[in-house]
């Protein structure tokens, strides 16, 4: 059995099922394992917003556990509220990255205190994103125009088979300038250089006074291969890109529809 201190969970595909809800065996498997002093940081490409029902729904704020939103760009303390953590998006980057998705006929989004922000409030990936995270659209005519405050990343929304020709692009054109990352089929992240989930982990570790061989970290998708690599114990789910299966310590048998992630808890914490 491993000495594992955190456990890092990815969302969607990972945590919760096709319903986007936890199984109850997932459920009791997390419980179980923070009875043992396991701090469970819930990581996702979500804003907090999009991730704190979850976190109340696993009673984080009593057991201690974090949020990491934005794929690791920003942390916050479900016990205080406190955000521990923040790499901002460089604001001159916003309105060529815009440029690029209008040259590609995609959506693209971010967020304010109040949800999705968009020109394209129709879109049905700019949609999915909203039901995911369960927050209203507020559309806006000009989206580097209403940014004038701080954000953490841009979001492109787009039909899965334009998605290697803009991967292919936004590589090309923002190389050194910021980062790109599928977080699903249909959407590309758009990050601050540097920001990851395994940057922003391995801040949390070191806060928490926790070795990287005491982490685990379990996902599904390219944006969770980077902790999935990084952390002591990686673990891919059933269901995950066949690429990030080649960079898990181990691949569940069960999918997140059948508590992928309650067996990853049972062999490498629960023992």
Request: hydrophobic share 40%.
């Amino acid at each position: 059995m491993n000495n594992i201190k955190m456990l890092a969970l990815d969302l969607d595909g990972t945590l919760t099922n096709s319903q986007k809800q936890v199984t109850p065996g997932t459920r009791a498997a997390l419980k179980a394992a923070m009875a043992q002093g396991v701090q469970i940081v819930l990581a996702s490409g979500r804003p907090p917003v999009g991730i704190a029902s979850l976190a109340d729904e696993l009673a984080l704020a009593q057991h201690g556990g974090c949020i990491l939103a934005y794929n690791g760009g920003q942390i916050v303390d479900c016990r205080t509220g406190e955000t521990l953590y923040q790499k901002r998006f460089p604001p001159e980057m916003i309105a060529p990255v815009c440029a690029m998705a209008a040259a590609h006929a995609v959506g693209v989004l971010s967020y304010d205190d109040g949800g999705v922000v968009t020109e394209h409030p129709d879109d049905p990936w700019v949609k999915r994103e909203a039901e995911i995270n369960k927050i209203p659209i507020h559309p806006v005519k000009s989206l580097p125009e209403y940014l004038t405050y701080p954000i953490c990343k841009l979001l492109l929304t787009l039909d899965p088979a334009k998605m290697p020709a803009l991967e292919a692009d936004a590589h090309s054109r923002f190389a050194g300038s910021i980062d790109t990352v599928r977080s699903c089929d249909f959407f590309l992240e758009c990050l601050p250089k540097g920001v990851g989930k395994d940057a922003g982990l391995a801040a949390l570790a070191a806060r928490e006074g926790i070795a990287q061989s005491e982490v685990m970290a379990c996902g599904d998708a390219m944006n969770d291969a980077s902790m999935i690599r990084w952390a002591g114990v990686g673990v891919c789910m059933q269901n995950g890109d066949p690429e990030v299966k080649k960079l898990a310590d181990y691949v569940t048998k069960g999918d997140n529809d059948h508590d992928g992630v309650a067996e990853a808890i049972e062999r490498f914490i629960l023992g």
